[in-house]
């Protein structure tokens, strides 16, 4: 089916662009793109970009510390997580050297367009060049079209992008390449040299291409990978000294494709697995750490039943079903809630501290969470925590009373929007804790224990009547 | 768990008995405290089957609805919740639940979780509910043990209290998730018991101030006060007439009535009902001859004997004459209302047949039906056998308290026998007596071994080592025996009460030489200390398994087993969570009544009709609905603005509490109010048949249609596994409905109702039919807020 909506916007878009790019911008640093790659991994619900760029700085230039990356606009919205890293080395040691990125505001950017820096860990010296390699991920950017679906429809969707990439330098060589999950491509726009090959699709090579250029593209295929979005997951970690971590996570998750549409007939469920409810998905499995116990599933009325736990000694697996399979558009809750011993991880730093070690992010595999509260609840008694998280998230610090609690515990809260499976990654809160809190409440107990049974040898030998008993 | 208490009780015992009475008296009371303990977490334990066999969940209907109110409760506090007018339920009409609820129950959830949450004890709402019963059925064996206590001693009231902790009756309707009135509404029914008599016993005051208090407190949990409020009338109209009027008993009955009336009319629902309707009356009619029979005795004590029958004759003649009065008045005022002022469910107990001849919807519910012979068995077991005995044993001797007993026992039974439902009103009454009996009987088979063998050796080992139980109850006897005047002496010197002293002292006047009349010879002695031990062991097992097996489910989750593991059919929650989350907050579902509860607690959806059956014509709306044909069925629910019909269907995996079951009540009630509906139509040979033999009418109508809906390309024949055969009309098309969900197991079905046509140009629209119209007319009369 040719799409025919999107295509005077996309048409306005290449005008502008066309019509921006055609300004001379003020001259970077020299930086021109020898080769770059871009391969786009549309197997799943999020859109993953791998990019190679082979940079080289101009032989009359200076010292190069940063490479700017650009994206529109709406890829900035939806962008998850951007990471690059250098190659260093030649091969036999090539070794890979994580660069930090931060969003740039030079202003001189076309149309909106976003620009981040790559921080170069060693500065280009003039002549000299250098490959990097990009991943970014972007979430929520797969349109469903048609929007709405019924039950033996399978799930066909919109990506948009660039041909080209989009790029402040200068290009000499480039390519892209999309990988889509099935051989069903309904659409796709021809910018040549444009090739299909199977599941995938070239856009290349196109050379010597003017900066910030953009050349959109509209490919319509089908992806019926489960687009199982949690809206919320707070996350709950509460540490107590006695040995152990309790992990507590409430899920608000959302088939994020094509909205259902009509009837819900079991029967061509049950019978025709194949052909009905091709995009719906029933199962999720969530990967926790090993030693996990108590493990529990249940939503706000009761246990859920369907789930299973498979452990190793490496990773737990939980399985779990929510109570009925998910179409398009459809909702449910559920919490999730395990127990993992201390020692695995609280660690005491040298200097006295203890901090505690666990993965950022959502143990459920390929999904994306719009919102994400992680809550730290550390010990009654704990001082200064100080959450230190590979990447920026919204923290601040909160109490939360528990169990005869009196001076209320110190909870560290972390917020992260969009977040993605590239997420899950270590994160660490420091704290300072004395042990000797841990008996605060034990000696509440046995001195309230202790004054009831005075106060009951105080009554019983105490005579309170007003009369002298005869 | 109560036995191994008894046998350390007894070695305790035996240790204290060495170092004089005063020690012995002080470890009998630790003693009998700590097997008061393990009885009470014997009572909470063998409740938690449920949570183990399941989880901790809400159980069946109604509980559902009262969990919701406690969450109401604790989010919005106690004066939002009177004046809550709940506009999720009995759409379009509402409910007013602060005043339609015994709030009993949820007050006592509430606060107990607020006071947990104030101690920064994170409890959900949910787990204290699901504990509440647990809880109150501890509370309750130690209300036993009191009341038995007063009328028989502590042995009798230990055994009583361990029976009644584990009696599968009260079992069944306080497992932990079986959040219902009942719940709490025993314990504060034996308390109250308890505090009459312990008034009645001791003549205090203070006594029954608290009892009042009690009796408000049974007032405000279950509309089975009305049992306390005739059975202590009763009570005190015996004891007159039997001629042991005491000022005791005024005391114990005058306040209860003045400050018990006015404290019930400060609850809500019960309101002015308190003094108005004919339930209550007795109390009043037996508070006015009680004043007349104090005032007799008063001028008895004032006049001389001659003086005194005069007066008799005179105030006899005026009396009777103004007596009949004023009965003629009340006669013609009680008759003058339909129903001579008696709620549907009280004059159903009065008259069994009521129910099944004028009320369709008090009769449908199956825990309103008269209970079968096994089900006694059932529910209290041996206790059934060892009642008479303890009969017997509360006329030797005869006391206020144990006369007390024999009554409550004699009119459970009674009712009982009326209504399932009220088997649990008579387990406590079998429990105290079976306890009073076996007490006795332990009693005196130990007392006759051990003066056959003055040495006792011999008897007491073989007794020790047949049972825990014995020991104990020689251990009382000999409290009982020797030392049994100065027990009753410490007794009231640490409570302050002299006056029950000759009360007590009266009841046990047995010195040693009548004990040593009833000695039997030591073989039979021990041979039925064995039998005793073993029927008790029988009643053990018993208990155990029922709360296991029997009464653990939580209906809301069904699991069966098979050769291939266990299999769990979780459709309910699986629809209602599917309603919750799926459609809008606003949309009303339509369903039979007994799922009202459950959909707006769980799914959070407004219902037509729920099970507070406090409307008959909606209930009856919906039953047309369901039994009618698909298009009428569409004006009805379209014309009360419904979205989702929902039915719960058990022919694929052989449920047998389905819609198709509860058919014929949808019919007949749906009749009683909308005459088209006939009965008749459904009836093929007497019987609601949906196979071919089936009627027309039933196969068309729309349950039939909602339920089979597509059900025969399951496996090609449409094979219905709960009514055993195949279904009659098997391939049809739904014209004004869609299949929205269904759950995993087919046992929920929800459909939409689709969208009202387009109008056709040059079709003018049917005026609506004299059906809906009637409909319409009903409704809209019935309801003060349209």
């Not at chain 1, 994206?71 to 690059?84: D, M, N, S």
């Not at chain 2, 707006?600 to 909606?618: C, L, P, S």
Request: charged share 20%.
């Amino acid at each position: 089916m040719p799409p025919s909506r999107p295509t005077p916007i996309v048409l306005l878009l290449l005008f502008a662009l066309t019509a921006v790019s055609s300004s001379p911008l003020p001259p970077e640093d020299g930086i021109r793109v020898v080769s770059a790659e871009k391969r786009i991994d549309l197997t799943g619900p999020i859109v993953k970009v791998f990019l190679t760029l082979k940079v080289e700085n101009a032989p009359g230039a200076s010292d190069a510390s940063q490479v700017l990356l650009a994206f529109t606009p709406t890829e900035v919205e939806h962008l998850a997580i951007l990471k690059a890293t250098r190659a260093e080395g030649k091969r036999k040691k090539k070794a890979y050297v994580p660069l930090s990125v931060e969003a740039s505001d030079l202003a001189a950017t076309p149309n909106g367009a976003r620009l981040y820096s790559v921080l170069l860990s060693t500065p280009l010296k003039p002549g000299e060049k250098t490959t990097i390699e990009v991943l970014y991920v972007l979430t929520h950017t797969l349109e469903p079209f048609p929007a709405e679906i019924g039950q033996s429809e399978s799930q066909l969707v919109y990506f948009r992008d660039s041909a080209v990439l989009l790029s402040p330098y200068h290009c000499l060589e480039q390519v892209t390449y999309i990988k889509m999950p099935s051989n069903r491509i309904e659409s796709f726009t021809r910018v040549d040299p444009t090739s299909r090959a199977g599941t995938e699709l070239k856009y290349g090579i196109y050379s010597n291409q003017m900066p910030n250029t953009y050349l959109p593209i509209l490919v319509h295929y089908e992806n019926n990978r489960p687009f199982a979005v949690v809206e919320e997951l707070a996350r709950k970690v509460e540490i107590s000294h006695w040995g152990n971590v309790q992990i507590t996570e409430q899920y608000k998750l959302k088939h994020g494709g094509a909205r259902h549409k009509g009837v819900f007939s079991r029967l061509e469920y049950q019978s025709r697995p194949s052909m009905s409810g091709m995009s719906s998905f029933k199962n999720l499995l969530a990967r926790l750490p090993p030693r996990v116990h108590s493990v529990y599933y249940r939503d706000e009325i009761g246990n859920i039943s369907s789930s299973h736990l498979r452990t190793d000694s490496h990773k737990s697996e939980l399985e779990i079903e929510p109570r009925y399979p998910l179409f398009g558009g459809w909702h449910c809750t559920f919490t999730i809630g395990y127990g993992l011993p201390l020692q695995d991880f609280v660690f005491e730093s040298d200097d006295g501290r203890r901090y505690i070690n666990l993965t950022f992010g959502c143990p459920l595999l390929d999904t994306v969470v719009d919102d994400l509260t992680i809550k730290v609840v550390l010990p009654e008694g704990s001082k200064n925590p100080q959450p230190s998280v590979p990447f920026e998230t919204e923290q601040h610090i909160e109490m939360s009373y528990s169990y005869l609690d009196v001076v209320g515990r110190t909870t560290v809260v972390l917020k992260k929007k969009n977040v993605v499976g590239e997420h899950n990654v270590p994160f660490q809160v420091h704290y300072e804790f004395n042990p000797i809190f841990m008996l605060a409440e034990p000696m509440m107990l046995i001195s309230a224990v202790f004054l009831f049974f005075v106060a009951c040898i105080a009554y019983l030998h105490m005579d309170l009547s007003i009369r002298k008993s005869l | 768990m109560a036995e191994p208490s008894s046998s350390t009780e007894a070695s305790g015992g035996g240790d204290g008995g060495g170092s004089g009475g005063r020690l012995r008296d002080a470890l009998g009371g630790v003693l009998c405290a700590f097997a008061l303990l393990l009885i009470g977490v014997l009572a909470f334990s063998i409740r938690l089957f449920s949570v183990i066999k399941y989880e901790s969940v809400i159980h069946e209907f109604d509980p559902y609805f009262n969990y919701r109110v406690t969450q109401f409760l604790s989010k919005n506090g106690i004066y939002e919740f009177w004046n809550w007018f709940d506009d999720r339920t009995w759409y379009p009409l509402g409910r007013v639940i602060g005043g339609t609820v015994y709030p009993g129950l949820t007050l006592t959830a509430g606060t107990i979780w607020w006071l947990l949450n104030s101690l920064n004890i994170p409890l959900s709402v949910e787990t204290v509910c699901v504990f509440t019963a647990p809880i109150f059925s501890a509370n309750a064996s130690w209300a036993t043990y009191l009341l038995t206590k007063e009328s028989k001693g502590p042995g009798a009231g230990l055994m009583a209290a361990a029976i009644l902790a584990m009696v599968p009756s009260y079992i069944s309707r306080s497992v932990a998730g079986s959040y219902d009135n009942e719940a709490v509404a025993i314990f504060a029914l034996i308390f109250t018991f308890y505090l009459y008599v312990k008034t009645l016993n001791t003549g205090s005051l203070f006594y029954a101030a608290l009892n009042a208090l009690s009796y408000f407190y049974m007032v405000c949990s279950w509309g089975g006060y009305t049992f306390i409020i005739n059975l202590i009338p009763m009570h005190v109209l015996l004891c007159i007439v039997t001629g042991r009027y005491s000022s005791r008993l005024y005391i114990a009955y005058a306040p209860l009535i003045v400050l018990g009336t006015l404290l019930a009319a400060l609850v809500p629902v019960v309101g002015f009902n308190a003094v108005m309707t004919s339930e209550h009356f007795a109390s009043f009619l037996v508070f006015i001859i009680l004043h007349v029979v104090a005032l007799v005795y008063y001028i008895k004590g004032l006049l001389t004997p001659r003086l005194f029958k005069v007066a008799v004759t005179f105030v006899v003649t005026v009396g009777l004459a103004v007596c009949f009065v004023v009965a003629a008045i009340l006669v013609a005022l009680v008759a003058s209302s339909p129903t001579k002022g008696w709620s549907g469910r009280s004059l159903s107990l009065l008259d069994p047949t009521y129910a099944s001849k004028y009320i369709p919807i008090i009769a449908s519910v199956s825990e309103h039906q008269p209970p079968t012979w096994p089900s006694y068995f059932m529910d209290i077991n041996v206790l059934a056998f060892l009642v008479p005995a303890g009969i017997i044993s509360c006329f030797l001797p005869l006391s206020d308290a144990s006369s007390f007993l024999v009554l409550y026992l004699v009119t459970s039974v009674y009712f009982s026998g009326v209504m399932v439902r009220l088997m649990l009103v008579l387990a406590p009454a079998a429990c105290i007596l079976s306890g009073i009996a076996l007490s006795e009987a332990f009693n005196v088979l130990t007392r006759s071994m051990k003066f056959q063998r003055p040495t006792s050796d011999d008897g007491s080992s073989t007794a020790g080592s047949g049972s825990p139980d014995t020991p104990a109850h020689s251990m009382k006897y000999d409290s009982k025996t020797v030392v049994k005047s100065e027990t009753v002496s410490k007794e009231k010197s640490s409570k302050k009460n002299r006056k029950d002293k000759e009360s007590q002292g009266s009841s046990s006047d047995d010195p040693r030489m009548e004990e040593k009349l009833l000695v039997l010879p030591c073989g039979p002695s021990a041979l039925g200390i064995m039998l005793l031990i073993i029927l008790c062991g029988l009643y053990v097992v018993h208990c155990v398994w029922a709360a296991a097996e029997a009464y653990s489910a939580p209906s809301i989750v069904l699991t069966s087993r098979s050769h291939d593991g266990l299999h769990v059919f979780d459709d309910f929650r699986e629809a209602y969570a599917w309603l919750s989350h799926n459609t809008d907050v606003d949309d009303k579902v339509a369903s039979w009544w007994d799922y009202g509860y459950q959909t707006t607690a769980m799914a959070n959806r407004t219902v037509i009709v729920d099970n507070n059956t406090w409307n008959n014509t909606h209930i009856a709306t919906v039953g047309t609905a369901m039994s009618s044909p698909e298009k009428a069925a569409w004006e009805i629910f379209n014309s009360l603005d419904v979205k989702y019909v929902l039915v719960v269907f058990g022919g694929l995996i052989g449920y047998p509490s389905d819609d198709i079951n509860k058919f014929l009540w949808m019919v007949r009630i749906g009749g009683g109010v909308f005459p088209h509906i006939k009965e008749a139509d459904y009836l093929r040979d007497g019987n609601y048949r949906v196979d071919s033999h089936g009627t027309p009418t039933m196969l068309n109508c729309l349950m039939y249609k909602l339920c089979y809906y597509r059900f025969v390309e399951t496996d090609g024949k449409g094979f219905d596994r709960v009514r055993g055969y195949e279904i009659g009309k098997k391939h049809f098309k739904l014209t004004h409905f869609e299949e929205v969900f269904t759950t995993h197991h087919w046992m929920v079905r929800i459909y939409k109702l689709k969208p009202q046509k387009n109008r056709v140009r040059g079709k003018l629209k049917l005026r609506p039919s004299s059906k809906t119209r009637s409909i319409r007319k009903s409704t809209g009369r019935k309801n003060p807020w349209q």
